[in-house]
């Protein structure tokens, strides 16, 4: 089918091409769900009579932890990118290892345990961190997300509503997409920072029903100060922003 670019897009989805990339997710604070009117659970041997709810018990925590490590371990012994839980990603930017335990992942003692590495540790980590193509994406991607979001293609007309008015409520990155668009601008946007990276992506409304711009701005392995990376990104949503405003028909 030929594509807006001339290029033919070929899109392939079976049972036998070889799997290349997937995440794996992480079994901590999984629970039995309440009861709904699809899904009923009786499970009483395991201590989840009808109409109970709540945290698995900790034993089956940790045996679940143990074989989705061993899984991730062994897709990447096969040569398949996997990527990782948030906690994972920051654990690893940091150079924390092991990820710590449950007990210990509330934000203070997880605050705690990343400022006990050693600088030397941690730096080498982050450089590792860097290029690390796990967890990551590129702007026109993500451009290319956004646009099926706000086609309502890439999830149902409701959960589309939804997320797009999270984002319009997005309470980060007010000096990045939002920074020096004229004020009352609505921007449906996500912040990203960790280390070097500092990100921000949306949607900007064009005032007057001239339309809507996608940017998908992303900094990386900058050593330039927050505020002059934030700059950057204001910039460029403002050039896109008032080009699109002006050159609209």
Same mark, same amino acid.
């Given at each position: ?15 036998? $091409? ?21 899904? /009923? ?25 143990? /074989?989705? $490590? ?17 906690? @994972? ?38 450089r590792m961190f860097e290029d690390d193509p796990r967890d990551t994406a590129t702007p026109r991607a993500m451009a290319a997300l956004l646009e099926k979001i706000w086609k309502r293609e890439a999830l149902t007309p409701a959960s589309s509503d939804l997320l797009l008015d999270i984002m319009k409520r997005c309470r980060t990155g007010a000096g990045r997409l939002k920074g020096i668009l004229p004020e009352g601008t609505e921007v449906? @946007? ?50 896109? @922003? ?8």
């Open positions: 089918m030929p594509g807006k670019n001339g290029k033919t897009v070929v899109s392939s989805w079976n049972e036998w $091409d070889p799997l290349k990339h997937v995440i794996v997710g992480d079994a901590t604070g999984t629970m039995v769900q309440a009861a709904e009117i699809a899904v /009923q659970r009786d499970w009483p041997a395991d201590g989840f009579p009808a109409g109970t709810y709540g945290p698995y018990p900790e034993d089956m925590t940790t045996q679940a932890k143990e /074989q989705m $490590d061993n899984f991730a371990k062994l897709l990447e012994s096969r040569g398949i990118r996997v990527d990782r839980p948030t906690l @994972h990603v920051i654990a690893d930017w940091r150079g924390l290892s092991p990820v710590p335990a449950e007990e210990e992942r509330d934000p203070a003692k997880y605050g705690e345990l990343l400022d006990s590495v050693a600088e030397e540790k941690a730096a080498e980590a982050e449906a @946007h996500k912040t990203g920072t960790i280390g070097k990276t500092l990100n921000d992506v949306g949607i900007i409304t064009l005032p007057n029903g001239a339309g809507h711009v996608i940017v998908a701005a992303f900094v990386k392995k900058s050593d330039r100060p927050d505020a002059e990376r934030e700059r950057a990104i204001a910039e460029a949503a403002r050039a896109a @922003h008032d080009y699109f405003l002006f050159t609209s028909k």
